[in-house]
T-cell receptor, first 119, second 111 residues
Framework: GAVVSQHPSRVICKSGTSVKIECRSL??????MFWYRQFPKQSLMLMAT?????????EQGVEKDKFLINHASLTLSTLTVTSAHPEDSSFYIC???????????????FGPGTRLTVT | QKEVEQDPGPLSVPEGAIVSLNCTYS??????FMWYRQYSRKGPELLMY????GNKEDGRFTAQVDKSSKYISLFIRDSQPSDSATYLC???????????FGSGTRLSIRP
């Protein structure tokens, strides 16, 4: 199946600093990428949807100035958590859909996740 | 009320048993129903994908959707220790819409 990678897999940062997480589709082009956040024993919550070359669409309650998303190419999206606080500590998972016009649900592939710990 | 409800478990069964995992939902607009498997500290992996009501079988896995009851199930036959993971139900209103996930059921298969 298609492969989505994330880097780094784990990151620890100090409160007030920024951290960037990369998401890459390795063997397909992704016109649409998604960023999710998952707290322990909880579901994946969609944070934002990004389409290559355009601004991301954020879900209600997600601060767009805090979680900066850039989808600069068909294989790369980045999530930058700015001025991180301990409550931002979570498991961040990206996902990418292959195919044109946003792709289909069974063509949506998930990355392995990034564990962010803010101290 | 959450759009998708799923018992978090944990559920522990002996190897070889039949496992039944379930979710209920409230949004009648959902048309696409998925089951994902997520191992610890990994991203979800799509197991089953169905459209509307009915059954779908793939090897040891069977997915059932009952739209009239807003109830979906995943059955695992001849369960193996390697099936131990968290299983997430998920659904969407259209093939291009966002996916809404259940909270996941932690499953453990005892050798």
């Amino acid at each position: 199946g298609a492969v989505v990678s994330q880097h780094p897999s784990r990151v620890i940062c100090k409160s007030g600093t920024s951290v960037k997480i990369e998401c890459r589709s390795l063997d397909f082009q992704a016109t649409t990428m998604f960023w999710y956040r998952q707290f322990p024993k909880q579901s994946l919550m969609l944070m934002a949807t990004s389409n290559e070359g355009s601004k991301a669409t954020y879900e209600q309650g997600v601060e767009k100035d805090k979680f900066l998303i850039n989808h600069a190419s068909l294989t790369l999206s980045t999530l930058t958590v700015t001025s991180a606080h301990p409550e931002d500590s979570s498991f961040y998972i990206c996902s990418a859909r292959s195919g044109l016009a946003g792709g289909n649900l069974d063509e949506q592939y998930f990355g392995p996740g990034t564990r962010l710990t803010v101290t | 009320q959450k759009e998708v409800e799923q018992d978090p478990g944990p559920l522990s069964v002996p190897e070889g048993a039949i496992v039944s995992l379930n979710c209920t939902y409230s949004n009648s607009a959902f048309q696409y129903f998925m089951w994902y498997r997520q191992y610890s500290r990994k991203g979800p992996e799509l197991l089953m994908y169905t459209y509307s009501s009915g059954n779908k079988e793939d090897g040891r896995f069977t997915a059932q959707v009952d739209k009239s009851s807003k109830y979906i199930s995943l059955f695992i036959r001849d369960s193996q220790p390697s099936d131990s993971a968290t299983y997430l139900c998920a659904m969407s209103g259209s093939s291009a819409s966002k996916i809404i996930f259940g909270s996941g059921t932690r499953l453990s298969i005892r050798p």
